[in-house]
């Protein structure tokens, strides 16, 4: 037996009486969330909205039981409840701020979707409700921010006039005559949503009952989907959280930024701008000291074995880049070479003048051997990070030895 579809005629029925057709437990549904018994219920009539044409199902009760999921089975619709009925007649409540916001969402959609298509040309494909955002895919070119504004500003102008929305039943010719947005192939009696003088719209869904409950439209992003543009809006009550949110976020900025909220992109970019200045300063500052400190460790280090001077150090990094700098100023010398450890990240950097004539990847790849680590380069210049930090010393005491060795 058919459900009777109590939110077609009314969506704003949340409360109903209604007798069970059927009720067997189900078992539990872990990919579902669903870890203990649950039971399908259907009923004779229902004003739960099952998942469908992109809206969500409703939560609610049947008595004591609490309402998980609402299918629709085609002709029955399918209450998923965590109890079983102990009545033939039983009372049910549906969720109230649940499906309300769904209205204002899907109605809004029915909106923004008839503006996009009469401004602009560009069709919906598909709607999603989310749980945070609602999203529209749009066919055509790339909506401009012009067009995303001109809609969203047509749209609320729609619903600040606060026209009627109504439930039509007629064929598929009948609505085509009338200039139905899409038309669906289907045969028999079809409902579709009518928003006075601006759009009508097969749907199967709720809506609320004039443009005003809406209470307002915000377009928030529009990004490439595969062929499609996906645009994500809010509405009604979504919309006012989202408009809050924005306003929060925005006076933190300006807090952390000493202005006024009027100020935050001029004292951004000052606060970038100087960023990138001291950024450049400090890279100077650190060449500058790698060069002082390159210049100490070779007068330091005396010629050993075929001439070379060998500098090793374990070093507190300043900052990651410091020892590529360092070992880059030593192996500019004639006859040198570095072997530098950072004492906190484990980072082995060993370089060398060519004129040294070792070879510092297989250098590095003989003390990997030994003490584990990752890592490579070339024969004047080796970089790796050893997987135990605390090892450095012992790492580049065994450099040492396999250079002096070699
Ligand atoms: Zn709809």
Redesign the pocket.
């Known amino acids: 037996m058919a459900t009777r579809r109590l939110y077609y005629d009314d969506a704003y029925q949340m409360e109903f009486t209604a007798r069970v057709v059927h009720c067997e437990v189900l078992p539990p549904d872990l990919s579902a969330g669903i870890t203990g018994n649950v039971w399908s219920l259907i009923l004779d009539r229902t004003a739960f909205y099952p998942t469908s044409?992109g809206q969500p199902h409703d939560l609610g009760k049947i008595e004591e039981a609490n309402v998980l999921e609402v299918r629709d089975g085609g002709d029955e619709i399918i209450h998923i409840v965590d109890r079983r009925a102990s009545d033939p007649d039983v009372k049910c409540c549906v969720n109230w701020p649940r499906r309300f916001d769904h209205m204002q969402q899907?109605?809004g959609?029915?909106v923004l979707s008839a503006m996009f298509q009469e401004r602009f040309g560009l069709p919906t494909v598909s709607f999603h409700l989310g749980a945070e955002v609602c999203t529209i895919d749009l066919q055509g070119p790339e909506p401009s921010e012009e067009f995303l504004e001109g809609a969203e500003r047509a749209a609320n102008q729609i619903i600040f006039e606060d026209r009627g929305v109504h439930v039509r039943y007629g064929t598929a010719e009948q609505f085509a005559r009338l200039g139905v947005r899409k038309v669906v192939q289907r045969e028999g009696i079809l409902r579709a949503?009518e928003i006075e003088s601006a759009d009508l719209?097969p749907?199967g869904?709720t809506?609320v009952k004039s443009t005003g409950q809406i209470g307002m439209i915000l377009v928030r992003n529009c990004s490439k989907m595969r062929q499609d543009w996906r645009v994500e809006f809010v509405c009604g009550g979504r919309a006012e959280r989202a408009a809050r949110h924005d306003f929060q976020l925005l006076g933190q900025v300006a807090e952390k930024l000493s202005c006024a909220t009027a100020d935050v992109v001029s004292a951004a970019v000052r606060a970038l701008t100087e960023r990138d200045v001291h950024f450049k300063n400090y890279r100077a500052l650190l060449e500058r000291l790698a060069e002082a400190e390159a210049a100490l460790a070779l007068r330091s280090a005396s010629p050993g074995l075929e001439g070379v001077r060998l500098f090793q150090r374990a070093l507190d990094e300043m900052s990651p880049e410091y020892l590529g700098l360092l070992a880059t100023e030593i192996a500019k010398a004639e006859k040198s070479v570095a072997l530098l450890a950072g004492k906190k990240s484990g980072q082995m950097l060993f370089a060398q003048h060519p004129s040294s004539a070792k070879d510092m990847n297989a250098l590095l790849k003989q003390v990997f051997e030994k003490i584990a680590g990752k890592g490579g380069g070339t024969r004047d210049f080796a970089r790796g990070k050893l997987a135990d930090a605390s090892q450095v010393e012992n790492a580049l005491a065994l450099a040492r030895e396999k250079l002096s060795g070699a």
């Open positions: 044409g899907h109605t959609q029915h949503i719209q749907c869904g809506h």
